[in-house]
């Protein structure tokens, strides 16, 4: 008897260990910004190599609490993990997905898996801290062009982005209120736009010798300040809101659409305030946006500025030469549809609202076939890639307009306007992302769920499933 109890004492203490890991395991997903759905299915895959079964497993995923529950009417054994660090982590993702099918296939130790699951969870990120900031500023460069700016102000944009970004990261490390360090990087990512503008404008520069003056001036200098804060536009957040609420996750969509919505919000207050300072006249009403480049031209600023979005997000550094071609694709592909004869461009000149869904579907599409070749989740690969055409400028734009309200005629309008271009253009790009993977699973989820089925059988038979009716009460 005194055997038997101990027998159950230590399958109960094997079961909230494989439960543990499984937290664990979803935890690194929820932080990383894995969309819910690919959360879940990943925690299916782990629980499945634990030796969990579905039927009797429950997982509830919300924001920043995961539950598990495993019961078969008799016994119940539940374990809660909080989710508090929320950040952006491609690799971790990949990662993540990887261990799940390895540890199935070559039947891992709880020990082996463990010790994978945090060299993850600890590992260093790929870049340093300036080689990040020095890519964010280049993202926001590559956003420039696409506006139309000229490579002089390219540069421009790049040091005021890579500045405040850096500024962002130091407050986030010192522990202040992260929507505050949001609104005070943006301050000063515009403040310094607007000084590199002016000093490139200036008849300093134009008294240089000719060559130096020809580098150093810009017939763009205002555009700068339209880039230079979109390193702050949370493009992740927005597409998995989507995705979520597409896939019915509608709980943790909404909280990631607010969350979107603060992020903004203090985004928009930064540059409101920096437009105050330099005593700039609602410049985001008037500057245009239209672009007047060669193509080429576009698609070395989408294969930067894809990059440049991929290394924010720690995406693998020897795969960020695929991600520079998605970018050209979808970017191009973008412009093409959206671009045409009024505005003086080649192109079909159907809105930028259907080019971005064109673009970022045909992207997506391909990427459905790149997957099996560099092994690497369709979120990591796709995300990124269409990260440089979310509307940022749209967006704080709207908000812009909303918080300068005069009550000018045509005001409420034009935000409105604005707003709804912006949602209509995520909308798309989102759809664009979701709809070829769930379209392509039809093909690809029976395959893997046969291979799945196929293991799992296998661990049966070798014993390796949990049977909660031997623990006891």
């Known amino acids: 008897m005194k055997q038997e109890g101990n027998q159950q004492v230590e399958s109960r203490k094997l079961l909230r260990r494989k439960l543990d890991l499984l937290l664990r395991t979803g935890k690194i997903l929820v932080e990383s910004s894995a969309d819910t759905s690919r959360i879940m299915r990943n925690m299916k895959r782990t629980a499945a190599y634990l030796g969990l079964n579905e039927e009797q497993l429950h997982i509830h995923i919300t924001y920043n609490m995961l539950m598990v529950n495993l019961s078969d009417g008799t016994h119940s054994f539940s374990k809660f993990q909080r989710c508090d660090k929320h950040g952006i982590e491609m690799h971790a993702i990949s990662d993540i997905s990887k261990l799940s099918w ?10 082996r898996y463990e010790e994978e699951l945090n060299k993850i969870a600890t590992r260093k990120r790929s870049y340093t801290h300036w080689q990040v900031a020095i890519a964010a500023g280049f993202a926001c460069g590559g956003f420039c062009i696409q506006f139309g700016c000229d490579w002089s102000a390219f540069f421009y944009a790049s040091i005021a982005a890579a500045l405040g970004f850096r500024l962002r990261v130091k407050l986030n490390e010192i522990g202040s209120n992260m929507y505050a360090n949001i609104a005070v990087a943006a301050f000063v990512a515009t403040i310094l736009a607007w000084l590199l503008g002016t000093f490139a404008s200036s008849n300093f520069v134009a008294s240089l010798p000719p060559l130096l003056s020809h580098v150093l001036h810009t017939n763009t200098p205002w555009h700068p300040l339209m880039a230079c804060t979109l390193f702050l536009v949370p493009g992740v957040p927005i597409i998995n809101f989507v995705n979520d609420v597409l896939d019915n996750n509608i709980e943790v969509g909404i909280i990631r659409g607010i969350n979107t ?85 080649i192109g079909l000149d159907l809105g930028p609202v259907i080019g971005s869904l064109v673009g970022a579907s045909l ?107 031997t623990m006891g009460s």
């Open 102 to 111: 390895s540890a199935i296939k070559e039947d891992y130790s709880l020990d």
């Open 261 to 345: 919505i603060l992020i903004v919000t203090a985004m928009a207050f930064g540059i409101v305030l920096a437009i105050r300072v330099c005593g700039i006249d609602n410049f985001v009403k008037t500057l245009s946006m239209t672009p007047h480049h060669d193509y080429w031209e576009y698609a070395v600023a989408a294969a930067i500025s894809a990059m440049g979005f991929a290394t924010i997000y720690n995406f693998p550094p020897k795969h960020l030469w695929i991600l520079a071609l998605g970018g050209i694709v979808a970017v191009c592909t973008r412009n093409y549809v959206n671009l045409g004869e009024s505005t003086n461009n």
């Open 363 to 469: 992207v997506s599409i391909i990427y459905i076939k790149v997957v099996h070749w560099v092994h690497l989740p369709h979120q990591c690969l796709s995300i990124p890639t269409v990260i440089p055409m979310v509307p940022g400028v749209l967006m704080y734009r709207c908000l812009f307009a909303l918080l300068d309200m005069h009550g000018v005629v045509g005001e409420l309008t034009k935000a409105m306007t604005n707003g709804m271009t912006a949602s209509l253009i995520v909308l798309c790009v989102a759809i664009g992302v979701a709809i070829p993977n769930i379209f392509a699973r039809k093909w690809i989820a029976p395959n893997r769920q046969r291979k799945l089925k196929r293991m799992i059988e296998e661990r049966k038979q070798r014993g390796k499933f949990v049977d909660i009716a």
